[in-house]
Every structure is written in structure tokens, then in C-alpha cells.
């Protein structure tokens, strides 16, 4: 099996909503997330990290499942804000973002509406040791 430990993460951002703007605030000479080896990429293929926020459709999930399927292995999701984990801007979209929960692993939540940058950090951060500590991503 191959080691778990990284000193960089690769961070695919994915959905609709004000917590990407949130997120990619943590890019800015302010929080500048890059010194911790975070960085943020566009393909699937390049991602360790994807992270799911806003608000999702039938059309958002699929494609949301597609792209978790073309990461490599080791992968994991980070569920951010208020939208994806109370289901708060669409209540007639509440099985779908079931639907999503039953087939992928969401391996860390990240409350907010939005979140802080530092709160998103502050998480990433300890997603990073855990993963280089081989314990279980709670």
C-alpha cells in the first residue's frame, strides 16, 4: 500500500454558492494556504481533495460523482457550508444530496454560511496531519 503521508495536498473545488469565494480567499497574500502545501487545480485527475459546497441539482450530483471517479487514489471529500450539509437553499433537492451521502464517503464537514477562510484553513490543516498520521479522517 503506499504511504498516505504527502506534504502537499491538491484541492478541486466543485458547486455554486459564496463559500468558493471563501475558499479561494485562503489563496490571498492574507492567509496565503500555499505555505502549508495546499494548492488549488482545475482537473480531477491531479485532485487528492475534493471539496463540495453550494448548492447541487440532478445534473450537480452526476457531475460531481463523475469527477470524484476520475481522481486517483487516495481521494477523499470535504463537505463546506450551510447548503450542503442542512440542505438549506433547496429543500426539494434534500434526496439528492442523500443520494450523493450513500455513494461517496464525505470525509470532513466544514460548517458556515459561508465559512471563514480561517475556519477552512484550520480544517484543511488538520485533515493534513491526520492524513499524515495514518489515523481515521473523522
Known sequence: ????????????????????????????????????????????????????????????????????????????IIAVGSCVLNENLFKLESKLLSQLRNKVAINMYIPGCPPRPEAFIYAILRFQAEINNNLPIR
Open 1 to 76: 500500500m503506499p504511504s498516505l503521508a504527502r506534504s502537499n495536498l491538491n484541492i478541486l473545488v466543485a458547486g455554486l454558492g459564496c463559500c468558493k469565494q471563501e475558499i479561494f480567499a485562503t489563496q490571498g497574500a492574507l492567509y496565503d494556504i500555499q505555505r502549508f502545501g495546499v494548492n488549488f487545480v482545475s482537473n480531477a485527475e491531479d485532485a487528492d481533495i475534493l471539496v463540495i459546497q453550494g448548492f447541487y441539482n440532478k445534473k450537480g450530483i452526476t457531475r460531481v460523482l463523475n469527477i470524484y471517479d476520475r481522481m486517483s487514489s487516495p481521494k477523499w
